[in-house]
């Protein structure tokens, strides 16, 4: 998994309000796109390292998902380096033009790329699932405007996350069901790994239809008829540890577009 | 209103209920001419092997299935009555068989408010509310915990938690048992039996298991779609006929006490029950 799962300790970044959590997160992705000076890359490392000592997250943990992607990084910087058009290369042939800005361009995008998945991460280890969707059913609002259903996405996004353990516990019990019918799951070849998939996927596809044609009849004859008439949830108000953490996340956005 | 039932009286009442399912025009009758009268605090077993019709007739009692021919009253409202289909889902409430298809929540609290919140009840009443339903059941202090984590009978207590909430007069239990371990069956059994008998709710419960059904004051025994006896589970199983044509295998202790006739050794009432049984034995020499 590339984000990370919930883990309930009690740390200040825990405590905050998720909708909270969201919009800082966007302040900060706004901050690191447009900071350019050296001075600016320290002040991000350093926002980072404070959110993640306030998190009391392990640092194995929030640096996952940049441990397991080390390939990608590799490749998006020799991209960035070789075919970065400079007007004065070092090195220049066919397409490809080797220059001093374009490392620096390649050590930017990598720099990006991980501090933002560093901050996506911490956001879904410290933000439980249910308050992850109210927090975003609530940022959504607005599109009601466009006549997007909102209460219905915020559902459906409930119930998809809800029924991701269930879903994965039966995909084990399956591909064991057809390993014990000699299905080969391990071929190292692309093609035959793909066509092995089939044998699992299919089953956990006509039982997922199943599981949804089930889970609509309890609905229904819970009373549910559509998201929008039901008890509203309660307006949780911000508490002034929420404003003041998205007030410094803008100050630095601020700071980091303007230097 | 004119839902306020009194004891004894009549909560649900069909009559030539006939159901066909349609597979591209192709009928295929499940239900045909159904008669079914339940009255109020009643355990009634709806008894049948799979393909009976047994979940058809449940699926009629909150109108999840639409009546198609017949008639059928439930709670003093007519199923027919497109209007009337909230309050009566309100009023008779439906547990089904796999626990892991009626959750909604990753948490259990919210969970069981779901049914509540259809209802548009008050937010401040809400929490007390579930917290009264897991009571009910014996869940209380797992509020906050997932579904996932409990075992199959502990999923269908929460499930009922949910359905108990919203304070039906009636509980349909679609073969609620039918996934779980011997310890969960027995489990969520006594729990209806308990409910049936301490807060007087109207309980329905199919199943194809004849010994579950035992302890019920009537039973409804279906073949082929059709009822082919209704009676207190004594007079279903001990008709041997009936129990035969019908393809089912009678008690443990119905089987013994016709063994004994057999041979020659009468007890003097035919046990249901492997403590009925033990006495009746005790009680020959």
Same mark, same amino acid.
């Given at each position: 998994?590339?984000?990370?799962?919930?883990?309930?300790?009690?740390?200040?970044?825990?405590?905050?309000? =998720?909708? %909270?959590? &969201?919009?800082?997160?966007?302040?900060?992705?706004?901050?690191?796109?447009?900071?350019?000076?050296?001075?600016?890359?320290?002040?991000?490392?350093?926002?980072?390292?404070?959110?993640?000592?306030?998190?009391?997250?392990?640092?194995? =943990?929030?640096?996952?998902?940049?441990?397991?992607?080390?390939?990608?990084?590799?490749?998006?910087?020799?991209?960035?380096?070789?075919?970065?058009?400079?007007?004065?290369?070092?090195?220049?042939?066919?397409?490809?033009?080797?220059?001093?800005?374009?490392?620096?361009?390649?050590?930017?995008?990598?720099?990006?790329?991980?501090?933002?998945?560093?901050?996506? @991460?911490?956001?879904?280890?410290?933000?439980?699932?249910?308050?992850?969707? @109210?927090?975003?059913?609530?940022?959504?609002?607005?599109?009601?405007?466009?006549?997007?259903?909102?209460?219905?996405?915020? %559902? &459906?996004? @409930?119930?998809?996350?809800?029924?991701?353990?269930?879903?994965?516990?039966?995909? @084990?019990?399956?591909?064991?069901?057809?390993?014990?019918?000699?299905?080969?799951?391990?071929?190292?070849?692309?093609?035959?790994?793909?066509?092995?998939?089939?044998?699992?996927?299919?089953?956990?596809? &006509?039982?997922?239809?199943?599981?949804?044609?089930?889970?609509?009849?309890? %609905?229904?004859?819970?009373?549910?008829?559509?998201?929008?008439?039901?008890?509203?949830? =309660?307006?949780?108000?911000?508490?002034?540890?929420?404003?003041?953490?998205?007030?410094?996340?803008?100050?630095?956005?601020?700071?980091?577009?303007?230097? | +209103?004119?839902?306020?039932?009194?004891?004894?009286?009549?909560?649900?009442? /069909?009559?030539?209920?006939?159901?066909?399912?349609?597979?591209?025009?192709?009928?295929?009758?499940?239900?045909?001419?159904?008669?079914?009268?339940?009255?109020?605090?009643?355990?009634?077993?709806?008894?049948?092997?799979?393909?009976?019709?047994?979940?058809?007739?449940?699926?009629?009692?909150?109108?999840?299935?639409?009546?198609?021919?017949?008639?059928?009253?439930?709670?003093?409202?007519?199923?027919?009555?497109?209007?009337?289909?909230?309050?009566?889902?309100?009023?008779?409430? +439906?547990?089904?068989?796999?626990?892991?298809?009626?959750?909604?929540?990753?948490?259990?609290?919210?969970?069981?408010?779901?049914?509540?919140?259809?209802?548009?009840?008050?937010?401040?009443?809400?929490?007390?509310?579930?917290?009264?339903?897991?009571?009910?059941?014996?869940?209380?202090?797992?509020?906050?915990?997932?579904?996932?984590?409990?075992?199959?009978?502990?999923?269908?207590?929460?499930?009922?938690? /949910?359905?108990?909430?919203?304070?039906?007069?009636?509980?349909?239990?679609?073969?609620?048992?039918?996934?779980?371990?011997? +310890?969960?069956?027995?489990?969520?059994?006594?729990?209806?039996?308990?409910?049936?008998?301490?807060?007087?709710?109207?309980?329905?419960?199919?199943?194809?298991?004849?010994?579950?059904?035992?302890?019920?004051?009537?039973?409804?025994?279906?073949?082929?779609?059709?009822?082919?006896?209704?009676?207190?589970?004594?007079?279903?199983?001990?008709?041997?006929?009936? +129990?035969?044509?019908?393809?089912?295998?009678?008690?443990?202790?119905?089987?013994?006490?016709?063994?004994?006739?057999?041979?020659?050794?009468?007890?003097?009432?035919?046990?249901?029950?492997?403590?009925?049984?033990?006495?009746?034995?005790?009680?020959?020499?």
């Amino acid at each position: 998994m590339l984000i990370g799962k919930f883990v309930p300790i009690n740390s200040i970044i825990h405590r905050l309000d =998720a909708r %909270m959590k &969201i919009v800082s997160l966007i302040f900060l992705l706004v901050a690191v796109i447009s900071t350019s000076t050296v001075y600016g890359y320290a002040a991000i490392i350093m926002v980072l390292t404070v959110i993640i000592w306030l998190s009391k997250l392990s640092l194995f =943990a929030v640096l996952s998902p940049i441990r397991r992607l080390w390939l990608f990084f590799i490749v998006i910087f020799f991209m960035n380096a070789f075919f970065f058009s400079s007007d004065n290369p070092l090195f220049s042939w066919w397409i490809i033009s080797f220059s001093g800005e374009g490392i620096r361009q390649g050590i930017k995008v990598v720099f990006n790329v991980c501090v933002v998945m560093i901050l996506g @991460n911490v956001l879904t280890l410290s933000t439980s699932p249910i308050d992850m969707t @109210n927090a975003l059913s609530s940022l959504l609002t607005p599109l009601k405007l466009l006549r997007v259903p909102v209460e219905d996405v915020a %559902m &459906i996004i @409930n119930i998809a996350i809800q029924f991701v353990p269930t879903i994965l516990e039966e995909s @084990n019990m399956i591909r064991k069901a057809q390993t014990a019918r000699g299905a080969h799951f391990e071929s190292r070849k692309l093609r035959e790994k793909a066509l092995s998939f089939l044998p699992l996927l299919i089953p956990i596809f &006509i039982s997922s239809f199943r599981r949804a044609d089930e889970l609509s009849l309890a %609905m229904e004859a819970r009373g549910y008829r559509n998201a929008k008439r039901r008890t509203k949830k =309660a307006g949780v108000p911000f508490r002034v540890l929420d404003v003041t953490a998205v007030a410094a996340c803008f100050v630095i956005c601020i700071i980091q577009i303007y230097i | +209103m004119n839902n306020t039932v009194h004891h004894n009286s009549t909560v649900i009442h /069909g009559s030539d209920i006939s159901f066909s399912y349609d597979f591209d025009g192709q009928l295929s009758s499940a239900l045909t001419d159904i008669d079914i009268e339940i009255k109020k605090g009643e355990f009634v077993a709806i008894l049948g092997q799979n393909g009976s019709g047994k979940s058809t007739l449940a699926k009629h009692f909150n109108a999840l299935l639409p009546v198609q021919k017949g008639k059928l009253t439930v709670c003093g409202i007519d199923a027919k009555n497109q209007s009337e289909i909230w309050r009566l889902r309100r009023l008779c409430g +439906m547990v089904f068989q796999n626990p892991d298809n009626q959750f909604v929540s990753s948490v259990i609290e919210e969970d069981v408010a779901f049914g509540l919140e259809n209802y548009e009840v008050d937010r401040e009443l809400i929490p007390d509310m579930v917290e009264n339903a897991l009571r009910l059941v014996g869940m209380s202090g797992y509020e906050k915990r997932s579904p996932h984590s409990l075992s199959g009978g502990q999923k269908q207590r929460v499930a009922l938690a /949910g359905v108990l909430a919203l304070d039906p007069d009636i509980i349909v239990f679609d073969e609620v048992t039918a996934m779980l371990d011997p +310890m969960g069956r027995k489990e969520i059994l006594e729990e209806i039996h308990r409910l049936n008998k301490e807060t007087g709710k109207t309980v329905v419960m199919i199943t194809h298991y004849v010994e579950e059904t035992v302890n019920a004051d009537k039973v409804l025994l279906l073949h082929n779609g059709r009822v082919a006896g209704f009676g207190t589970p004594r007079e279903i199983f001990t008709n041997t006929e009936l +129990m035969q044509r019908v393809g089912l295998v009678s008690p443990v202790p119905v089987r013994l006490f016709n063994d004994l006739k057999a041979e020659g050794i009468c007890l003097k009432s035919c046990p249901l029950t492997n403590e009925e049984l033990v006495e009746e034995i005790c009680r020959l020499s």
